[in-house]
């Protein structure tokens, strides 16, 4: 059974960075799409980032572009989402999502995804 691991969540104040870790054992070494997605509460999950690890192509949304990045270190079975010039409204549970075939990558859409993780709490007060 595939499982997804996210950690590296927490507080911060407006204009500072976190970063998000996802370990993903079995998915990062072949054909993928990975994917990190937010939810808050009363609010719609969407797609922040996400990264095919065939070429690297990677898709954001306009929120975030410029302030997060999205990498993947497949020696490590890892997918990271650097945060930076974090706003309180990136506030929302953090999840990380998993395609394990890439059959439609890059894509920010919840149902091209398979696996999900718990989710980590991000807080950014102003």
């Known amino acids: 059974q595939v499982q997804l691991v996210e950690s590296g969540g927490g507080s911060a104040q407006a204009g500072g960075s976190l970063r998000l870790s996802c370990l993903a054992p079995?998915?990062?070494?072949?054909?993928?799409?990975m994917g990190w997605f937010r939810q808050a509460p009363g609010k719609e999950r969407e797609g922040v980032a996400t990264?095919?690890?065939?070429?690297?192509?990677?898709l954001y949304a306009d929120s975030v572009k410029g302030r997060f990045t999205i990498s993947q270190d497949n020696a490590k079975n890892t997918v990271y989402l650097q945060m930076s010039s974090l706003k309180p409204e990136d506030t929302a549970m953090y999840y990380c999502?998993?395609?394990?075939?890439?059959?439609?990558?890059?894509?920010?859409?919840?149902?091209?995804?398979?696996?999900w993780g718990q989710g980590t709490q991000v807080t950014v007060s102003s």
């Open positions: 079995g998915i990062t070494d072949r054909r993928s799409c």
């Open positions: 999502a998993a395609d394990p075939y890439g059959a439609r990558c890059p894509s920010r859409a919840v149902a091209d995804y398979a696996y």
């Open positions: 990264i095919y690890n065939r070429g690297g192509s990677t």
